[in-house]
């Protein structure tokens, strides 16, 4: 896998001669092209993420206006459901173009090591399991040249035992018109310029909350809530004419502030939740907490205007009531430059707000993962912990917990209250250590090649955890007394 990512971030890749699009019905100066990108084989309740390079592009000079994307049968065609295979995310890069955020400082690949230069190609689209398109204000467009190359980041799970295939479909909208305004994507994203830009809710202050004193007899608790930022400041002035954001379960939403202008709000984007009857809360194994069935999107003929050297925040609320892992904060803005822009501050123009007219909830909406072992039969099936008996850890400070390739060596462990726990990664592939359930939001990076990762368990209770790459596989149980309840034998 780290070869592959080399080869595509490398921007030699720009040289090679790329696969085109199927051309569909023009209207007007505006061809919608369709593609495919085979996904290859997806093992049984693998969750895989790749690099294809070189994926097919329309192969013309003009302005995408308008991209989706979604995951289809390699024969039917039909939209491929997600108790086969869910697109967890999937992001398009023009190696053409450095990234408008991480150009020149290169990005942090999916095994947390950094190594491929200071090139980044430059991300102008994503999705994930909200589907998330890209849809611009008329007059707007992403300027494509056709020898331009793209390749993608994608990650998919198969939520079924027998391994399978699809295809990655996008439609891209280019308009050929000269006179549309170019726009530049800014990927912000509270953990920018890494391939798996997570973090984890740890459900620290849920505790202290309870606590509080009950002022607002009449309100709602207020839900604790934990807010994650990130400062961009622009390097050239423009106006901001569209966005849209990616987040995973437990999200409140994404905000864009001004820090500079009272730090007041300028754009948001917002999860619909789905109802109870939802595939994504019904789809077994449960591999993650389940994400959004959409993320509002915002645009404007007007834009917002944004000076050369304005500070704008991203900030990414998520509910901190219970344990959230793995999860995203990322927002990607367009923004059309203009050098008319000589003041901060400037108005906010009325929003067009795109969202799904589907049914749903407004969320957060609690959800517990369990663990998820194999039968006799290699089926997915809920257990409580991993096989094998509780043992003591041996020591405090110093316990090691090897973890090989789809497994982790001591599965059961009991300790006191304050230890440490260290898992040494010694396998060849890539795995992490992730929250299942438990009282702390835990998750590693992925790891490989002998790296630990070290964790102190303030929280008496019991976690269970598993590798979020092959969760079917790899579990873990660790309970933390409290010093009290602690037997003496
Ligand atoms: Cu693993």
Known sequence: MVVVAVALLAPSGASAVSPTCSAGPTVGTQTTYTCDVPTGTIGGYEVRQWYPANVPTPGVSGYITHMETDVVDDVTGQQVPISRLMLHHIVFLNLNRQDSTCGGQGYTGFDGRKGFGTFAPQRFYAAGEERAKMSLPPGYGYHVNAGDT????????????????ALIHYQVTVDTNAGIQAVKPYWLDVRDCRADPIYNVPSVKANKAKKGKKKHKKKAKPRPT?????DYVFPESGRLIAGAGHVHGGAIGLTLTEPGCGNRAVARSDPTWGLPDHPFY????????PGPI????????????????ERIRLNSIYDDSQPHVRVMGIMVVYLAPDASVTQDCGPIPSWEILKTDQPGRSGPIPFKIPLTGLDANG?????????GRLRNAPSRTSTVIPVGDRFFGDPNLRIRRGSYLTWQFSGSELHNLTLANGPLGIGSDNLDGG??????FTRPGTYRFFCALHPTQMQERI???GRKKHKKK
């Not at 019904?282 to 907490?289: D, F, S």
């Not at 089926?379 to 096989?387: D, K, V």
């Not at 790296?451 to 102190?456: L, S």
């Open 226 to 230: 934990i807010d994650e930022t990130r």
């Open 282 to 289: 019904n789809v077994r194994p449960v591999l993650h907490e």
């Open 150 to 165: 793209w390749a993608l980041v994608a990650m998919v799970m198969n939520h079924r035992s027998s391994a399978d295939h």
């Open 451 to 456: 790296r630990t990762y070290t964790q102190k």
């Open 479 to 481: 309970v933390v007394t």
């Open 294 to 309: 959409n993320m509002s999107a915002f645009r404007s003929t007007t834009g917002l205007p944004i000076h050369a050297g």
């Open 379 to 387: 089926q997915a099936t809920t257990i409580n912990a991993p096989p």
